[in-house]
């Protein structure tokens, strides 16, 4: 791979100016802290055992932090006279200690939670920034509750960091954007495992987790681990799913919308001995047809969904910790014309019909061998087997992808401020799809068989580092993978975190990214065009350098707490694959660049949280452009700029709740050569509606008993939709019908009520 000499200048010029950077912190060092570690502990049954994911923060601020799989966590310790330790967690009631000195405490948690105690000594916030070396905000279900959340893409509605954005508009596919980049580049894991969203379900995989099963979503903007694979280009998302709730071991959450689309989810969970373990169950059932804006088509498909899922977990006190999972997924997702009958009308050429069948089963196991008190071996393994049906119009496109994720690492604590990991890794996906055009009305070119096989092994170390007490963290490691296509491919990565007080945190990460793009899954609204597709070369290689840096302050004034960030963050890359409509207006050209395209990423955001309010106040600025000969281009379908307003108000017991969100989107540029695209005569929209900027308003609301929530909402409530999302819509079978050109939202106001209980019935 060759970068640019201009590239390669501006990574050196932007090095340099993060060592000179790192020169002028480090001195300040010398006026270390001191840190309280310690082991959280819980006894239920007669049995104390380590308590995974308690909150440990210091009264009155926001440092805190979560206790890991064995109990521990460590934390900067607190000179404030006076000032308490409180612990939290969902099967213990809160605990307060007042920690006189810094060192080795030891905390069991002895009083569960009774059915009707309602906790009002101390929370942790819903949404908080984790102590780590890299930036890393924590969603917990507390904040997932603050919408309806019905999968992980709408779990993001009151974050910044994310964006869930739709793909294609009539399958209503949906996508985790960051740092301005599509959502291919976001590395999505399931409980710690990578490659569980990806391939055929890369595009589909946000919308098969339940939000009612995810425990807490750890969001990384940047480079990362090299430990979970080199395709992490913008970031990371790391949904944790539930797997103890011992007090209210059963859930129920039933939902419906405006559409009349009806979601139930359940779940009951058991512990035994040594064994706990989750079965979880989620349906989804069609709602009714609309056509709002007249067009003829659908404005929202008609899904119906069924997905069983069961998680158990094994400890053998302290010498062996296993968690797996297994998961099946039953969908049919029918878009496409308002008079459409699948029977009659499938894959013909008299209205347009638009069916996706996925058929999932997947499997996950998470499994850690202590190997004395500083030495583990960690294992983490996954497989899938996914099958595809899907009809765009005359088109079929049929796939079967058997894929396979394996990992086994060896993590040493070899000194007091140092903590090796080094292992070896494994990634396999066989995809076999074959594309039928079937009458083929404009001459496509693309049918027959599109088979991919990716096998490929690689072997990774990395080292985390603190010093001065903790208050300067380094993380650096790299891996190499072997590709087929390119050989050994090395990814380097390094994050730093340096405390310049008890309040403020400046991070900075840098690294390589390296991923095979594959443009038919990836981009599923291409089969819906009447374009031709043409792969230009071999457009599946990609390359890219991410680094940045971020600055967090935590303050308090009076009554009011909160923090102030400053991201920035660049994603610079040497061969980015990317899906071009404007070389030829009965095109869409999958291609390299020819030159460098980049991200430049900011984002600016305030929180405040006083008596039972919290706000959040956010502005992101993404631009994503290419330059060629010297020229700039902004890459299509991109959001310049972004703002976004959050409150949250609640009663003093919790037991009411309310959410308001604003939104506001600027302009996105939009391809521009379909405005010269001759098409047949008639009163059809030749041209795009072109992008403009809007506001959206969201509203939800709770109330909550002992054992019962009731929520209602109204999203979208100013009813802002595009008016016409479809191009030559009334002639879809003709030149010019393009469903791709999707900026803004579509269904328009969607209003939605449910209930969700849980309780003990053991």
């Not at 129920?252 to 064994?275: C, G, H, I, K, P």
């Not at 980049?598 to 405040?608: C, G, H, S």
């Not at 020229?631 to 919790?654: A, K, W, Y």
């Not at 959410?659 to 059809?684: D, V």
Request: hydrophobic share 35%.
């Amino acid at each position: 791979m060759q970068y640019s000499h201009a590239f390669v200048a501006r990574v050196r010029k932007r090095t340099s100016t993060i060592i000179i950077l790192l020169a002028l912190l480090i001195p300040a060092a010398l006026h270390s802290q001191q840190q309280v570690t310690g082991t959280v502990r819980g006894e239920l049954n007669n049995e104390i055992q380590p308590v995974e994911g308690a909150h440990v923060y210091w009264a009155g601020t926001r440092s805190g932090t979560v206790t890991d799989r064995k109990g521990r966590f460590q934390l900067q310790y607190s000179e404030s006279p006076g000032t308490s330790l409180i612990v939290s967690h969902v099967q213990f009631r809160a605990d307060t200690l007042v920690v006189p000195n810094p060192g080795e405490i030891t905390i069991t948690l002895t009083q569960a939670r009774s059915a009707g105690e309602v906790e009002i000594t101390a929370t942790a916030p819903d949404t908080y920034i984790a102590p780590l070396t890299q930036k890393t905000e924590v969603i917990t279900s507390d904040e997932l509750e603050h919408a309806a959340c019905c999968d992980l893409a709408g779990c993001f509605g009151t974050t910044a960091t994310v964006q869930a954005e739709a793909v294609d508009i009539v399958t209503d596919t949906k996508q985790l954007s960051m740092l301005g980049l599509d959502g291919r580049y976001t590395q999505v894991l399931v409980d710690d495992v990578p490659q569980m969203v990806s391939g055929l379900n890369a595009r589909f995989g946000v919308s098969f987790l339940p939000g009612p099963f995810i425990d807490r979503i750890y969001v990384s903007k940047g480079a990362n681990s090299v430990i979970q694979g080199s395709d992490a280009f913008s970031g990371q998302v790391n949904v944790m799913l539930h797997e103890s709730d011992g007090e209210r071991p059963l859930l129920f959450n039933a939902f419906t919308n405006s559409f009349l689309e009806q979601q139930y989810n359940a779940y009951v969970m058991r512990s035994m001995d040594r064994w706990s373990g989750m079965l979880a169950v989620q349906g989804i059932r069609r709602g009714v047809r609309r056509d709002r804006n007249g067009d003829g088509f659908m404005d929202a498909p008609l899904t119906d969904r069924f997905s069983l899922f069961t998680k158990w977990m094994y400890e053998n006190d302290g010498a062996l910790l296993m968690r797996s999972g297994l998961k099946y997924t039953w969908e049919d997702r029918l878009g496409g014309s308002m008079d459409f009958e699948q029977e009659r009308d499938l894959g013909g050429g008299r209205r347009y019909s638009q069916l996706i069948q996925n058929r999932r089963i997947e499997f996950y196991n998470r499994t850690e061998f202590p190997l004395g008190e500083q030495q583990a071996l960690k294992l983490h393994l996954a497989g899938s087997r996914h099958q595809q049906q899907a009809w765009y119009g005359t088109t079929l496109f049929d796939a079967i992808e058997h894929s396979g994720y394996a990992d086994i690492a060896y993590s040493s604590t070899w000194t007091d401020d140092q903590v090796l990991l080094a292992g070896a890794s494994w990634q396999y996906s066989n995809l076999d799809a074959s594309i039928d055009l079937g009458s083929n009305p404009h001459g496509k070119s693309y049918a027959g068989n599109h088979d991919d096989l990716i096998s490929s092994p690689g072997i990774f170390v990395e080292n985390a580092s603190s010093f001065f007490e903790d208050r300067l963290g380094i993380v650096a490691g790299a891996r190499v993978d072997y590709h087929r296509l390119d050989g050994a491919v090395l990814t380097p990565r390094a994050m730093l975190r340096y405390n310049l007080d008890e309040e403020t945190t400046v991070r900075a990460s840098a690294g390589t990214a390296y991923r095979n793009a594959r443009p038919f899954l990836e981009h599923p609204a291409a089969f819906a065009s009447w374009r031709d597709i043409v792969i230009e070369g071999d457009p599946r290689r990609e390359r890219a350098v991410n680094f940045g840096a971020n600055l967090t302050h935590m303050y308090t004034t009076g009554e009011i707490r909160g923090t102030l960030s400053l991201d920035a963050y660049r994603t610079v890359f040497s061969r980015q694959v990317v899906a071009e409509y404007d070389d030829d207006p009965s095109l869409v050209v999958f291609r390299n660049i020819d030159g460098t395209s980049a991200a430049d990423n900011i984002l600016l955001e305030a929180t405040a949280e006083i008596a039972a309010a919290t706000c959040r106040l956010a502005y992101t600025y993404s631009d994503n452009y290419e330059e060629i000969n010297g020229e700039t281009r902004r890459i299509p379908f991109t959001t310049l700029h972004r703002v976004l307003g959050v409150l949250h108000l609640s009663t003093e017991d919790e037991s009411w709740q309310g959410t308001l969100t604003l939104e506001w989107h600027g302009e996105q540029t939009l391809p521009s050569t379909i405005a010269s695209l001759p098409l047949t005569p008639g009163p059809t929209a030749a041209v795009p509606e072109p992008s403009r900027s809007f506001s959206l308003v969201h509203l939800h609301a709770q109330h909550r008993w002992d054992w019962l929530d009731i929520y209602v909402g109204v999203e979208n409530l100013l009813d802002f939709r595009q008016q016409s999302p479809i191009l030559n819509a009334q002639r879809p079978f003709e030149r010019g019908f393009e469903t791709a050109f999707v900026w803004g939202p579509v269904r328009g106001r969607e209003v939605y009520a449910g209930i969700r209980t849980r309780v003990n019935v053991f």
